[in-house]
């Protein structure tokens, strides 16, 4: 009951084009990867570990600052960009206490809205260039999983075409998860609480001390260890609809660590969630109609309407 590992090597960042047989044999691999549990790691992507702890070491000056400070960058939900900024203690299950761990998220690279520029402009830039490493990835990816389907190659492509912008949700976010007072846990709270991400799949990386656990299709929550040098991917709610749950969105969770000396350990992680753009419509594919076609917006806004709160956002074509 594993996750398994498949080389990206062929396909990474910095490498020419693959050929066809290496992109068929990657997203086979993928694709088989993906029938049991919904999560895979993948290794040479082009994005090294070096390059993930930068983004960590410098994110931690940034939620050192005080927090008078980091409030005038927080999240605003009545915005056009919900997502986008510093978050304390959220919490992703409603039903169990706020998650041990604050979080800084960027959505948008074309405004400067709740940028710590002034207070921190390494930070900005370093989120900003990852986010588009990130991105770039996501492209490779998207191209492999459509093959993998027998889709067109940029199927997926052709519907996450305004990243990066108020048009789209697709965010990075940057993670700190505090040193843990054992006494001061409260019932079933955790440092992230069970739940699945909502978009197309996302990118994530931990550091060394792990702590993930990833539910198998038996219902058992299984290691995610850190494993260096790689990425893990993993599908989300609106790919699994629209791949009328070809795909399975799995869930997740970072529970309290049970060793004493993991208690005092900060972790950090970073996660690029991918998303559709706003007005993209998901058909199910494959000719498949478990599903009513729906936009990506009404799905989020329809699923997740405690963050989606407006009536309406950007959207053109
Ligand atoms: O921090 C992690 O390793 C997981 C975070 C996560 O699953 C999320 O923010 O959606
Ligand atoms: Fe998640």
New binding site residues.
């Given amino acids: 009951m594993n996750i398994e590992v498949v080389d990206f090597g062929a396909a990474g960042l910095g490498k020419p084009e693959p050929s066809a047989t290496e992109m068929e044999q990657i997203s086979r691999e993928i694709i088989r990867a993906f029938r049991d549990i919904g999560f895979v790691y993948l290794k040479n992507t082009g994005i090294e570990d070096q390059t993930v702890f930068r983004v960590m070491d410098i994110s931690k000056n940034f939620f050192q600052l005080p927090k008078d400070i980091k409030q005038q960058y927080a999240r605003i939900l009545d915005c056009e960009i919900p997502s986008q900024g510093w978050i304390e203690l959220e919490s992703?299950n409603s039903t169990n206490s706020e998650d041990l761990k604050e979080v800084f998220n960027l959505t948008s690279l074309s405004e400067s809205h709740n940028w710590p520029v002034d207070h921190d402009p390494e930070f900005t830039r370093s989120m900003e260039s990852f986010f588009k490493a990130c991105w770039q990835l996501s492209v490779r990816v998207m191209k492999i999983i459509a093959l993998g389907l027998g889709l067109e190659s940029d199927f997926f492509m052709s519907k996450h075409k305004k990243i990066g912008s108020n048009q789209n949700p697709t965010t990075l976010r940057t993670a700190y998860y505090p040193q843990i007072q054992r006494s001061s846990v409260k019932e079933n709270q955790m440092r992230?609480g069970e739940?699945?991400?909502y978009g197309t799949f996302?990118l994530?990386f931990q550091d060394k001390n792990g702590g993930l656990e990833v539910m198998h299709k038996s219902g058992q929550f299984i290691a995610a260890p850190y494993i260096p040098n790689t990425v893990l991917l993993?599908i989300a709610d609106t790919l699994q609809r629209w791949s009328a749950d070809t795909l399975i969105s799995t869930k997740?969770r970072v529970p309290i660590p049970q060793a004493d000396d993991m208690l005092n350990k900060p972790r950090r992680s970073v996660?690029f969630?991918v998303h559709p753009d706003h007005n993209a419509s998901l058909e199910c594919f494959g000719g498949l109609d478990k599903y009513s076609p729906i936009t990506s917006l009404q799905f989020l806004k329809k699923n997740y309407g405690n963050l989606f709160i407006r009536d309406s956002y950007p959207t053109s074509d």
């Fill in positions: 992703l992230c739940h699945s991400d996302t994530l993993n997740h996660a969630f």
